[in-house]
Nanobody, 124 residues
């Protein structure tokens, strides 16, 4: 099975940018459809973005379209989430998730593997 480790979170002013990374080990990342999710305090985990294992297709939550970009480098076994124009409401723990599949998934129940999360805090 694959192990996922997120990094790149931190404290940023509104309007700023961060790039999150999700590094995979144990198995090659190219087998996995990947997603990013976020969880704000007191709320359920929610979908942010997903990318097919080939990298050919992506899907985004409406709240992050045109601000966030998901990408992957299978040679580096890493998935990224570039976050621009950050808002205080983007503050959350961000998780990456993986599914051994060629399809694209936005529902967290579809994913089998999860990282431990990385905190993103956006201040006004």
């Amino acid at each position: 099975q694959v192990q996922l480790v997120e990094s790149g979170g931190g404290l940023v002013q509104a309007g700023g940018s961060l790039r999150l990374s999700c590094a995979a080990s144990g198995r090659t990342l190219s087998r996995y459809s990947m997603g990013w999710f976020l969880q704000s305090p007191g709320k359920e985990r929610e979908f942010v973005a997903a990318i097919k294992r080939s990298g050919g297709s992506t899907v985004y939550a409406d709240s992050v379209k045109d601000r966030f970009t998901i990408s992957r480098d299978n040679a580096k076994n890493t998935v990224y989430l570039q976050m621009n124009s950050l808002k205080p409401e983007d503050t959350a723990v961000y998780y990456c998730a993986g599914k051994d599949s060629s399809f694209l998934y936005s529902r967290q129940i579809r994913y089998d593997y999860w990282g431990q999360g990385t905190q993103v805090t956006v201040y006004a």
